[in-house]
């Protein structure tokens, strides 16, 4: 799993040195698949599992 983490953290890292150059392809897809999220993937890595770590993400509407 360390291995797939670590991968995770490359292409976030990729993605976010890319829209700073204007080239938002990553976040377009990333995008596209939250939005859609029943539509079959466009990529396997699309549809992979979490990460160990994202249990404990948390998301709250509330202050």
Request: proline letters at 10%.
């Amino acid at each position: 799993m360390q291995l797939i983490d670590g991968l995770a953290r490359t292409k976030r890292s990729a993605a976010i040195r890319a829209a700073q150059q204007k080239d938002f392809t990553a976040i377009e897809r990333l995008l596209k698949v939250l939005s859609l999220p029943f539509d079959k993937p466009a990529l396997p890595s699309d549809a992979a599992l979490p990460p160990v770590w994202a249990p404990s993400l948390e998301a709250s509407c509330s202050q």
